[in-house]
């Protein structure tokens, strides 16, 4: 095996994930098998080729620093599910 | 047994452009909640960063500036982590491929100069922020807003080179000093600007490993890092002499009570999981680009210091506190523009105004004496107009009300008395008021003399002028 379950249950936790025993049994194997493509993958010899960067054959895409008009608050609080006063609202965040 | 501390430090200092980094939306300080946003810094599905071409030129200036080595390939990565005041719930951010690194920084501590390393410099963007009170209203839960999510943000990490908290002030001092220089940050702490957190551990004098860090946040002055790095190795070399180990944590600044808290996180909260930003492409900067920005690169208070010195012909102390500060600076060479004794102004600007805008808790720019108003007093000085007794209430009602030095002169009838024969006169009604003083003067009491000078000040309100008064005062009595 190349993951343990118990390690599918971590990276569950981080990604604010619940699981149940089916479901970590089933990501436990899935995952297994996409690491065990990757051994295959890292069995080719890539020695003499450049990592890829990025897909895109592509860099130094900008934008000028103009601003542009940003959207109305009533239009970016409206699927907001609480807000108050012109915020968005959450839980009390005790720091 | 003696320790020795080990502070490196990382500030955030927020880029001085006009949008955000990745989108449109305003980066003005200051407005309402929530109206700087849209779908591309809030991370609404579907849309795509574009990255600020400024932010990107502003970075690599800091960079030349700082020595630091700037990669010819750099990229984004996530970093993420759940929090209220992260909307993508990822931090757009840089990991492997920094836009530069391995620079340094000299400073001056107790006359000494100092070589602190820079790790690296990397762009993110900033986050948002949270409200756990309106004012000082109570809301029954936590307010976000966005406004300053986006904002382009460049983090600075030092290597852990610092041994004390004055090295890590004067670090901070001349940071800010260069990005003031630069002008590609407005370097304001209480606004939030610029940040500054602190990694710091201690260890036996002599020992080369270093010991278990603590990260120390919210300090939000550079007074208070240096009081919070104080409490700090304080509080751990007393953990260690009590037989106690130092537990690596972040610990939270309390600026009231001057102490620091453990913020008893999970050390899993750490794991960010870096992965290549997908939807940005690499920065790629070629020696072309670089020459070009390193051109428009202005001179920075080390150089201007050095031409203080040579073109004014002022001390390096003189030079080293007008030009710590880009302010102080241009408001200087303002005063002497076509002023041919740059010492006396600086005389004034370091002395008097230095102390009352402190005083006044201001800065330059807020002065009410504008480098007209300090050029002007000191023509009238030179003049002979006034003395530089007079001149000082002159200073002081510029100071506070910006009235034009001649303005003040005649108003408050400040003109100083050179005329011989009204000062001889004078000084004739001294002597004769004060035959007990002459006596001991010409017994030899050469004190006495300077008793006399001050009734004939006293009786022309400190008008009379001093060298005249001093020389017809010696003439009379010899
Ligand atoms: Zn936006």
Redesign the interface.
């Given at each position: 095996m190349k993951i343990t379950k118990k390690e599918v249950e971590?990276v569950a936790?981080?990604a604010?994930l619940a699981l149940s025993e089916a479901e970590k049994e089933k990501m436990t194997a899935q995952l297994d098998s996409i690491l065990q493509y990757m051994d295959k993958l890292n069995s080719l010899d890539t020695k003499n080729v450049e990592p890829t960067?990025?897909?895109?054959p592509?860099?130094?895409?900008?934008?000028?620093?103009?601003?542009?008009?940003?959207?109305s608050?009533e239009e970016?609080?409206a699927n907001a599910p609480?807000q108050?006063?012109?915020?968005?609202?959450?839980?009390?965040?005790i720091? | 047994m003696k320790f020795e501390a080990v502070i490196g430090l990382e500030v955030h200092a927020q880029l001085k452009t006009k949008s955000k980094i990745f989108c449109g939306c305003s980066t003005q300080f200051g407005a309402e909640p929530n109206t700087q946003i849209c779908p591309v810094c809030t991370g609404m599905p579907g849309v795509l960063p574009v990255l600020n071409k400024v932010a990107i030129e502003y970075i690599i200036k800091t960079s030349l500036a700082l020595d630091c080595k700037v990669n010819p390939l750099s990229r984004f990565a996530r970093k993420q982590y759940f929090y209220p005041d992260l909307p993508k719930n990822y931090q757009i951010s840089q990991y492997d491929q920094p836009v530069s690194e391995h620079g340094y920084l000299d400073v001056q501590v107790d006359g000494k100069t100092k070589r602190l390393g820079i790790t690296r410099i990397h762009l993110e963007e900033d986050a948002g922020k949270l409200l756990h009170e309106v004012g000082s209203r109570q809301i029954d839960g936590s307010y976000v807003d966005l406004n300053r999510t986006g904002v382009p943000l460049m983090e600075i990490v030092s290597e852990p080179d610092m041994r004390t908290p004055q090295e890590a002030h004067a670090y901070l001092i001349a940071l800010k000093s260069i990005l003031e220089y630069l002008d590609v940050s407005d370097c304001n702490m209480e606004e939030g600007s610029l940040r500054c957190d602190a990694n710091v551990s201690i260890r036996p004098v002599g020992q080369k490993e270093f010991g278990t860090k603590a990260e120390v946040k919210n300090m939000n002055s550079f007074k208070g890092v240096q009081k919070a790095l104080e409490y700090e190795i304080a509080r751990q070399i007393k953990v260690t002499e009590e037989g106690e180990r130092i537990v690596q944590e972040t610990r939270l600044w309390d600026a009231d009570k001057e102490m620091t808290f453990s913020m008893r996180s999970k050390e899993e909260a750490h794991d960010y999981r870096y992965f290549p930003e997908p939807d940005l492409v690499p920065v790629v900067v070629d020696e072309k680009w670089l020459a070009a920005i390193k051109a428009t690169l202005p001179e920075l208070s080390s150089q201007k210091k050095e031409r203080f010195v040579k073109e004014y012909s002022l001390p390096e102390y003189d030079a080293g506190v007008l030009t710590a500060d880009k302010n102080l600076s241009e408001y200087f060479e303002a005063t002497i523009k076509g002023y041919a004794n740059p010492k006396a102004a600086s005389n004034w600007i370091m002395t008097e105004l230095l102390a009352q805008l402190n005083a006044a808790n201001k800065t330059i720019k807020e002065s009410l004496i504008t480098p007209k108003h300090m050029r002007e007093m000191l023509e009238l000085i030179d003049k002979g107009t006034i003395s530089g007794k007079i001149a000082k209430t002159v200073f002081e009602e510029m100071f506070a009300s910006g009235k034009m030095p001649d303005v003040v002169v005649k108003e408050k009838g400040l003109v100083q008395i050179s005329d011989e024969g009204a000062i001889a006169k004078i000084i004739e009604e001294v002597l004769a008021a004060n035959a007990k003083s002459v006596e001991e003067y010409k017994a030899g009491k050469t004190a006495a003399l300077n008793f006399l000078l001050g009734q004939v000040m006293k009786k022309t309100q400190g008008k009379a002028n001093p060298g005249v008064v001093n020389k017809i005062l010696k003439d009379k009595l010899s």
């Open positions: 971590y936790r981080l604010r960067s990025h897909v895109l592509l860099n130094n895409v900008w934008r000028e620093d103009k601003v542009q008009p940003s959207l608050r970016m609080l609480e108050a006063e012109g915020f968005y609202k959450v839980k009390k965040v720091e | -």
